[in-house]
């Protein structure tokens, strides 16, 4: 027994550091455990603000089931099972590692080992147990926000124009308060559906008049109907979505709330009526396909530019559509932001897939587009091996500054839901860089492929050109997407000076063999 190396693992959440589970205090009790029963420690394994939902994301467990695998120690001692695992599948995959590897797991607390049948069977019981106790917190949870829309109470945070919710009132101040200026501006659009204007032109006018979301962004068309549609701002409060009217047994309640009302009864009752004589199922479908949508880029805005189309009657009185690629900003939320920017789809496709085929049969023009291709990649890689030094060095400051927060509490230096709020908000930072950092980190990646080849990239062209011609649609769209990155325009919007922007994946296909796979699989999911 004395010569069985132990694996020591340790896991916190933040919430349960105030609780009393700190990692220090359960690597203390480990290891006097070990020292009394003379067992040495190969390594200690600890996972930081980690969840026990799954193993994803806890790398010291991943490090901790490699070594396991490599046979570097025979025991894995935790303080307590549910820090280990609190899903039945992972601990049972855990097991499995374990038990091949001859390793046995021990729990210090509940006094149980996996070295034995039924100590394999406790083992799975308890673990059954923490995931049912998981999944019970989940409901209450949920069961606690239903309950309290039952009762009238807010849960809508600071996300209503119209209303400011306070965490810590002040002596003397509601916890929920109308804010005037943003409950005028609820008025006014209320006000103007009421006199027959749309979500697109109340959207446009508010835009034009400097009007701002409670997120201090343009308003869009969504926004101008999600508040339309607001039961809020008469003092109520919708359970359930509107979207749930569409499940059997789902409907959507609304029940009295605690705000005071912005707008009143006879208003709101005015525009529900009008808003739903005009509620009817959407007649404008495009029957068209529009392979640029996305690609093409408004001029004006660099928003993508979608599929739009008018009607026009002949003589003889049959109708005549006209197809455009369209500002999608524009459409979203007015000339206010941006202009239609329209250019005929027919004569945009023409232009560019002519392009293409001018690219494949004119050597001197694809050198120029090969070298330019090159060019930006090694002018673009700079910047962002900066980034990625920049962001690596940030999220490595991450675990002095999440110690620092804990040494604070410890001490009694801040309260506790100071220090409850300072590692959430450290941990939003934390999730938001490695975000970023991964992005950074694929777009390096792109840019580290070999130079291309002219004679690489007629290949690649030709072969597409021949598959654009039999594909579906959407795969056709995958095809122009996997080799250009977009197309712009210049603000005159003449066609024969827009420029075609390559992919930098354009040199890494291999279309005689990844993209032919990538269609087989799309034409059998198809099928």
């Known amino acids: 027994m004395a010569s069985q190396k132990v694996a020591l693992y340790v896991r916190v959440s933040s919430e349960e550091q105030v609780e009393g589970y ?110 049912l106790e998981r999944g019970q917190i989940c409901e209450n949870v949920k069961l606690s926000i239903h309950e309290r829309n039952r009762q009238g109470r807010w849960n809508s945070g600071n996300m209503v124009l119209g209303y400011q919710w ?132 408004c001029p004006q805005c660099g928003y993508s530019m979608i599929a739009a189309h008018t009607k026009n009657y002949n003589k003889s009185g049959t109708i005549r559509k006209n197809y455009y690629y369209v500002c999608s900003l524009y459409t979203n939320k007015g000339s206010a932001v941006c202009s239609t920017n329209a250019i005929r789809a027919d004569d945009l496709e023409r232009w560019f897939f002519g392009q293409i085929q001018e690219i494949v049969m004119n050597p001197q023009l694809l050198k120029q587009i090969v070298s330019a291709v090159n060019a930006k990649r090694d002018t673009d890689r700079k ?52 975000v970023t950092l991964q992005k950074v980190e694929q777009k390096l990646v792109n840019r580290q492929m070999e130079t291309m080849e002219s004679d690489h990239i007629r290949n690649v062209l030709t072969q597409f050109q021949k598959m654009l011609q039999t594909v579906p649609v959407e795969q056709q769209k995958k095809l122009l997407r996997s080799l250009f990155d977009k197309i712009t325009l210049p603000l005159d919007r003449n066609i024969s000076r827009a420029t075609i922007h390559c992919s930098s994946e354009l040199q890494q296909l291999q279309l005689t063999n990844q993209l032919e796979e990538e269609l087989w699989k799309t034409n059998n999911k198809l099928a």
């Open 22 to 131: 700190s990692i220090d205090g359960q690597l203390d009790v480990l290891r006097e455990y070990c020292r009394i029963h003379n067992l040495p420690i190969f390594n200690e394994y600890v996972d930081a603000g980690k969840s026990a939902k799954s193993i994803k994301g806890r790398q010291a467990l991943q490090e901790l089931l490699v070594d396991a695998e490599k046979g570097r120690f025979q025991i894995v001692l935790f303080w307590k099972l549910n820090r280990l695992a609190r899903n039945q599948k992972d601990l049972l995959q855990m097991l499995k590692i374990f038990n091949k590897n001859n390793v046995s797991a021990q729990s210090m607390t509940e006094d149980i080992k996996t070295d034995s049948a039924m100590g394999n069977f406790i083992i799975q019981m308890l673990g059954a147990t923490a995931e």
């Open 166 to 297: 306070h965490k810590k009132p002040k002596p003397g101040q509601s916890q929920l308060e109308i804010v005037e200026k943003e409950a005028e501006l609820v008025r006014y659009i209320f006000e103007l559906y009421s006199e027959g204007f749309g979500f697109k032109a109340i959207t446009n006018r508010l835009n034009a008049e400097g009007h701002r979301t409670k997120k201090g962004l343009t308003f869009g068309i969504a926004a101008v109907k999600g508040i339309i549609n607001n039961p809020n701002y008469i003092g109520k409060i919708r359970i359930g979505s509107s979207l749930c009217r569409t499940k059997a047994g789902s409907e959507v309640e609304i029940m009295d709330g605690e705000q005071e009302s912005i707008i009143s009864q006879e208003l709101w009752d005015a525009v529900q009526s009008i808003h739903n004589q005009r509620s009817r199922p959407t007649t404008k479908t495009i029957n068209r396909h529009f392979p640029l949508s996305g690609l093409l880029k």
């Open 383 to 434: 910047p962002l091996e900066n980034e990625w030094k920049r962001l690596e060095k940030e999220l490595s400051s991450f675990g002095n500054r999440q110690q620092h927060c804990f040494e604070q509490f410890e001490d009694g230096h801040i309260e506790q839901i100071s220090f409850v709020e300072q590692l959430t908000e450290l941990k939003e930072q934390q999730k938001a860089i490695q």
